[in-house]
T-cell receptor, first 111, second 115 residues
Framework: AQSVAQPEDQVNVAEGNPLTVKCTYSVSGNPYLFWYVQYPNRGLQFLLKYITGDNLVKGSYGFEAEFNKSQTSFHLKKPSALVSDSALYFCAATGRRALTFGSGTRLQVQP | DADVTQTPRNRITKTGKRIMLECSQTKGHDRMYWYRQDPGLGLRLIYYSFDVKDINKGEISDGYSVSRQAQAKFSLSLESAIPNQTALYFC?????WGQGTETQYFGPGTRLLVL
């Protein structure tokens, strides 16, 4: 069975500082990995995905994620956080048919 | 995403009542999904449909049923609602070309409270 772990319930960072939101996965075969963001009272929005190729994936709003096969990780990063990045972030993984989501990490960016 | 709509947006019901949540999409996607979101648990898959004739149970299908009335419509029913079905429910869609690599597009969610 596939699984996704987001070890931090909440990440706090000051505006302008770099941010990292952690994700590890367990998937049979080649993993397809995703990050989604949820703003208050909204559905999930797609940020980026890793399918194959370059281990560093660039996505929307200046976010990027690094795929590390040996550590089975797919951490989300941004060089300089904005207050508007404050939201709930979900990592997801699939082998083929259906996505498995992590429990989510709340990112709080302080002014 | 405005191309995926859910009705109602909020619903309060009583234990034992039957309710239906509806999802419509104008994206022309073949695949549709129902998830529930609970605090600290993330999103869990209830049912998914890869086309009108292909419906599959997800991780937590007990107590739920679905109907795929057309490519654009996918309804979720709670036959006899119970309080632990209180949650935020999301519908999502994706196209069918990716063999798992496709992006899912989510509706705005339905907040359900079962008393």
């Amino acid at each position: 069975a596939q699984s996704v772990a987001q070890p931090e319930d909440q990440v706090n960072v000051a505006e302008g500082n770099p941010l990292t939101v952690k994700c590890t996965y367990s998937v049979s075969g080649n993993p397809y990995l995703f990050w989604y963001v949820q703003y208050p009272n909204r559905g999930l929005q797609f940020l980026l995905k890793y399918i194959t190729g370059d281990n560093l994936v660039k996505g929307s709003y200046g976010f990027e994620a690094e795929f590390n096969k040996s550590q089975t990780s797919f951490h989300l990063k941004k060089p300089s956080a904005l207050v508007s990045d404050s939201a709930l972030y979900f990592c997801a993984a699939t082998g083929r048919r259906a996505l498995t989501f992590g429990s989510g990490t709340r990112l709080q960016v302080q002014p | 995403d405005a191309d995926v709509t859910q009705t109602p947006r909020n619903r309060i019901t009583k234990t034992g009542k039957r309710i239906m949540l509806e999802c419509s999409q104008t994206k022309g996607h073949d695949r549709m999904y129902w998830y529930r979101q609970d605090p600290g648990l993330g999103l869990r898959l209830i049912y998914y449909s890869f086309d009108v004739k292909d419906i599959n149970k997800g991780e937590i299908s007990d107590g739920y049923s679905v109907s795929r009335q057309a490519q654009a419509k996918f309804s979720l029913s709670l036959e006899s609602a119970i309080p632990n079905q209180t949650a935020l429910y999301f519908c999502a869609t994706s196209d069918s070309w990716g063999q798992g690599t496709e992006t899912q597009y989510f509706g705005p969610g339905t907040r359900l409270l079962v008393l």
